[in-house]
Nanobody, 125 residues
Framework: QVQLVESGGGLVQAGGSLRLSCAAS????????MGWFRQAPGKEREFVSA????????YYTNSVKGRFTISRDNAKNTVYLQMNSLKPEDTAMYYC??????????????????WGQGTQVTVSS
């Protein structure tokens, strides 16, 4: 069993920055691929970014490339999402997830086994 707790969300003006954190506990964190997803009101959940177990391979959805950076600290069992140049369309609940079955970068939600409760990000124009 893995427990994930996100933090770092909040209200920010367009152009601002936020850093999301996702702290994992339970089973071995360093063996798992991690990802960030988001869901805006009335919309389906969408992939944002993913990172492999070593942290050396990452992937981003096109809309956040160049603005968001995913990273992980396996010693602290934590994955981060640095979000810069935020836009109103980034407003959503952000969720982190971990895959127990895969160690490489994964973009499909169905391969993730555990999810956090989410942290709200609101970007005002």
């Amino acid at each position: 069993q893995v427990q994930l707790v996100e933090s770092g969300g909040g209200l920010v003006q367009a152009g601002g920055s936020l850093r999301l954190s996702c702290a994992a506990s339970g089973r071995t964190f360093s063996s798992n691929a991690m990802g960030w997803f988001r869901q805006a009101p009335g919309k389906e959940r969408e992939f944002v970014s993913a990172i492999n177990l070593s942290g050396r391979s990452t992937y981003y959805t096109n809309s956040v490339k160049g603005r968001f950076t995913i990273s992980r600290d396996n010693a602290k069992n934590t994955v981060y999402l640095q979000m810069n140049s935020l836009k109103p369309e980034d407003t959503a609940m952000y969720y982190c997830a971990v895959s127990q079955r895969y160690s490489g970068v994964q973009i499909r939600a169905e391969v993730y086994d555990y999810w956090g409760q989410g942290t709200q990000v609101t970007v005002s124009s």
